[in-house]
């Protein structure tokens, strides 16, 4: 694992947006694996504008989410697929035919997941993961359970992440209950991993899921087991790394 400290948000958007410039640079057809919430933006802003100055093409990747909400459609401000429009794909030269998320309106959750999980099959896998973490150790909506989940499937959010997840909506009462999530196997599948981490709010759990024990109580702990993670998180999040 490589962890790259930064010393605050900005930095930490820079560095994980050169990564994944990089990568676009090095193979232009890259499947980038994405993923939504406050961390993300500052990343996204650095790709759009790195774009805008010409160092980088996108018209040749494909992107897959890590998750959606279930029962928000497209057009929902709320949605994942929203969001990821607003703060990347209307912004960059991304074919918007290759972007991929979990449809929220699907009327067979099975088959949603199946078709899924094949999306990033067809694809070849994601060459590069972004994730970001939950206060309770989630990655995508992997949420603390007694066993890790391996493939794209419908979960119940945990109290904790409607009630963080909240402030996106008028209330938590609107907060969708349920949600699309690859898989941690579908995760674990990832190339590369650049988990992004901000905030001395997340420096607890940020130091239990690397340095603690390996136990789907803590979902991210499992990136300890992954053979390419690079955490890019800056000083306030990284206040609890073990001496
Ligand atoms: C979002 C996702 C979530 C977030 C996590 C942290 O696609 O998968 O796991 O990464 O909830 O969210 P923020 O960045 O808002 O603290």
């Known amino acids: 694992m490589r962890i790259i400290k930064t010393k605050d948000y900005q930095e930490m958007s820079k560095a994980a947006a050169a990564i994944l410039v990089a990568q676009v640079i090095l193979k232009p057809d890259s499947v980038l694996g994405l993923a939504t919430g406050s961390t993300p933006i500052g990343t996204y802003n650095q790709m759009v504008e790195k774009y805008e100055k010409g160092e980088v093409d996108f018209s040749g990747i494909s992107t897959v989410n890590l998750d959606?909400?279930?029962?928000?459609?497209?057009e929902n401000e709320q949605s994942y697929y929203y969001f990821m429009n607003q703060h990347l794909f209307d912004r960059i030269n991304v074919d918007k035919d290759r972007t991929h998320l979990p449809n929220g309106m699907a009327l067979d959750r099975q088959k949603e997941c199946e078709d899924f999980e094949r999306i990033i099959q067809d694809l070849g896998g994601v060459d590069i993961q972004v994730l970001g973490i939950g206060h309770n150790g989630h990655i995508g909506f992997n949420e603390p359970a007694s066993a890790f989940e391996k493939g794209t499937h419908c979960v119940a959010l945990a109290k904790e992440t409607i009630e963080a997840n909240k402030r996106f909506f008028d209330s938590a009462d609107d907060v969708p209950k349920e949600a699309y999530t690859m898989g941690i196997g579908t995760i674990m599948k990832g190339r590369k991993i650049l988990l992004i981490v901000t905030g001395e709010e997340k420096a607890d759990?940020?130091?239990?899921?690397?340095?603690?024990?390996i136990t789907p109580k803590v979902?991210?702990?499992?990136?300890?087991?992954?053979p390419d993670v690079i955490v890019v998180a800056d000083e306030a999040a990284l206040s609890k790394m073990p001496k």
Not at 219 to 226: D, F, N, Y
């Open 68 to 74: 959606e909400y279930k029962g928000l459609d497209k």
């Open 219 to 226: 979902p991210a702990s499992i990136l300890q087991l992954h």
């Open 205 to 213: 759990i940020l130091a239990k899921a690397l340095w603690g024990e």
